[in-house]
């Protein structure tokens, strides 16, 4: 098989699986029938090995996100279906939604007393920055089941989640907290942190810019490592700045301006080293300010563009959808960005 069978295979299955995910309720032959039809693409003169590993590649790739399908009941919560993401539809409780419909799927938690200032995931976990009496960082199972962190420092608005650890920022400082216990990371001198992205593996990818300056420099972490220069720091080559970043799978990712001033962003991909592997359509989004914006993906490689105000969007690959404001059905929207749930 060359590589360019391959890669039109690759594409084919991703196409047909970002279909079947954005079926609520896929049909009980879903995975049979898709598998028969990519059998069936193939050649028979092509040895009998190729086709049977391929076929057990693509066995797996659609196992792993049919466990995520509604369809599977299991243990998980109806909040943890595929195009799920949570938000603050009113400012004591947080609530997922589906992300195409825009069908409120159930409530996460209740916070009375305290207000919503930011929220994470890991896909196991909801994190949200919450105010109130004391400002605290709260954590919600999938189940149900709620405690409080810490309490952190006023003015800590900057929040992300991965492999069951959670890190929190304010210009000055970054926190990480489990795994090992808490570390502490200082920007480098002169610099402010504009955002922050933790992986399932552990590796941060903290976003800085220089006092006085939009641009910034993207700084990778390595897991339990305790200085944000220990690793490489990536220069994105932008006048105007990253607004945010995540991660996708190895790759960062980081939401930038098409223009300095034109109200149009796209979504980039980072390799380690530093190289743009994926320059990202422009969309219009009109003015988006940093520490009012939130970039998330799920495991589809899909990105959530979420705009403190009920602004969002759908990035994958070229095609951009706007995404219904996250409401609640008795009354009140979202005004602080949401987050896909993995």
């Not at 003169?45 to 196992?63: D, I, M």
Request: aromatic share 4%; net charge neutral.
């Amino acid at each position: 098989m060359t590589n360019r069978d391959s890669t039109r295979e690759e594409d084919l299955l991703r196409a047909r699986l970002h279909r079947l995910v954005e079926d609520v309720e896929p049909r009980g032959d879903s995975l049979p029938r898709l598998l028969a039809s990519v059998r069936r693409r193939r050649s028979p003169r092509r040895p009998f090995v190729l086709a049977a590993g391929a076929a057990v590649a693509a066995t797996a790739v659609f196992l792993v996100a049919l466990l995520n399908f509604p369809g599977n009941r299991g243990t998980e919560p109806v909040s943890m279906q595929p195009n799920s993401y949570v938000a603050a539809a009113r400012p004591d409780s947080i609530t997922a939604f589906n992300i195409v419909s825009g069908k409120q799927l159930g409530r996460v938690a209740e916070l009375p007393g305290r207000r919503v200032q930011a929220l994470a995931t890991d896909g196991e976990h909801v994190y949200a920055l919450v105010s109130g009496s004391r400002d605290q960082l709260v954590e919600t199972s999938s189940r149900g089941a709620q405690q409080v962190l810490a309490d952190v420092p006023p003015q800590t608005n900057l929040l992300a989640a991965g492999g069951g650890q959670v890190a929190y920022a304010s210009p000055d400082a970054v926190v990480v907290r489990g795994g090992s216990g808490e570390r502490r990371l200082l920007p480098p001198r002169g610099e402010r942190v504009v955002d922050v992205a933790l992986a399932s593996d552990g590796r941060l990818a903290v976003l800085t810019a220089s006092d006085g300056s939009r641009a910034g420099t993207i700084h990778l972490v390595g897991p339990g490592e305790t200085s944000m220069t220990s690793g490489p720091a990536i220069d994105p080559g932008d006048e105007c700045g990253p607004l945010a970043v995540t991660w996708s799978g190895p790759e960062v990712a980081a939401l930038r301006s098409a223009g300095c001033d034109s109200g149009r962003v796209r979504v980039t991909t980072i390799d380690g080293s530093g190289r743009q592997i994926g320059g990202g359509v422009p969309f219009e989004a009109g003015r988006v300010e940093v520490h009012d914006v939130q970039l998330s993906s799920d495991r589809l490689g899909r990105f959530l563009v979420s705009v403190g105000g009920g602004r969002q969007w759908l990035v994958d690959e070229t095609d951009v959808r706007e995404v219904p404001a996250a409401c609640a059905p008795g009354g009140g929207c979202a005004d602080v960005a949401t987050t896909f749930w993995s």
